[in-house]
């Protein structure tokens, strides 16, 4: 089992930065991948970036030179560095896992955490 605990969210004006982080423990090597995810008021759950075991990244158009995933492998975080905000960037953030374990595939999500782009 994994659990993940998200932080930095807040509220920041548009044009600003935050750094997201997802704290994963537990069963943490059988972690294949890590997303991050963002859920707007009234809207789908959709996938904003995500890193895999090897480093590999990937990102939604919408927040392509904006956003940058990386993670600290000592400290079994990833960080969601999130520049240039606009407030259609408002959203609760998830981090999700992807574990592969004994052949079979399991998800794990965080609580969220509120992010809110305004003036």
């Known amino acids: 089992q994994v659990q993940l605990v998200e932080s930095g969210g807040g509220l920041v004006q548009p044009g600003g930065s935050l750094r997201l982080s997802c704290a994963a423990s537990?069963?943490?090597?059988?972690?294949?991948?890590v997303g991050w995810h963002r859920q707007a008021p009234g809207k789908q759950r959709e996938l904003v970036a995500a890193?895999?075991?090897?480093?590999?990244?990937n990102y939604a158009d919408s927040v392509k030179g904006r956003f940058t995933i990386s993670r600290d492998n000592a400290k079994n975080t990833v960080y969601l560095q999130m520049n240039s905000l606009k407030p259609e960037d408002t959203a609760v953030y998830y981090c999700?896992?992807?574990?592969?374990?004994?052949?079979?595939?399991?998800?794990?999500w965080g609580q969220g955490t509120q992010v809110t782009v305004s003036s």
């Open positions: 999700n896992a992807d574990v592969r374990w004994l052949g079979a595939a399991y998800e794990y």
């Open positions: 537990g069963n943490v090597f059988s972690i294949n991948a």
């Open positions: 890193i895999t075991s090897g480093g590999s990244t």
